[in-house]
């Protein structure tokens, strides 16, 4: 009978009726709420499912059958009972530190990648290797791979150029080159 009643009744009904219980009930449910979570913004969002599901429920509230405030405190613990499961369920996250620095990725790439530059470096001749080896190996400026391989800083600079053409001339080498690694 009380389901056929709350059919029969106007949502602005409802809507009184959930004013008037929270008009009633509350303060003593955020109280309750934040006694519970023991933080005042959570505690209110509580507050606020609560009345939803009592909005939802409007039978419950009028049926004679119990403490309204007995059903609500009942509905607010439930929630903060599922939040707190739900809390647990997932792994708590781990912050990055020294003692505990970030999973590192798979290295499986970067190996490939180190075997496909190796074998490309074969290909040319010992000259432009040895430029290449200054510049993106040794991380030398021209003028530094220069005097190191004993040349002028024009012939590193036509070198490099010449190498990294060959090298993105190969199918090899547009790997690379869309990888960003000889361009």
Known sequence: MAGRWSRNREPAADEALVRSVYEEHGRALLAYATRLTGDRAAAEDVVQETLVR???????????????????LTVARNLVTDRARA???????????????????????????SVVVLEALDQLSDDHR???VQIY???RSVTEAAAAL??????VKSR??????????TALGRQLATRGVAG
């Open 54 to 72: 009592a909005w939802r429920n409007p039978d419950v509230l009028v049926n004679g059958k119990g403490s309204v405030r007995g059903w609500l």
């Open 87 to 113: 809390r647990a369920a997932r792994p708590p996250e781990v912050a990055e530190t020294p003692e505990h620095p970030p999973v590192q990725r798979d290295h499986a790439d970067s190996v490939v990648d």
């Open 130 to 132: 040895a430029v290449l």
């Open 137 to 139: 190996f040794q991380g």
């Open 150 to 155: 004993g040349v002028a800083p024009g012939t």
């Open 160 to 169: 490099s150029h010449y190498a990294l053409r060959t090298l993105r001339g």
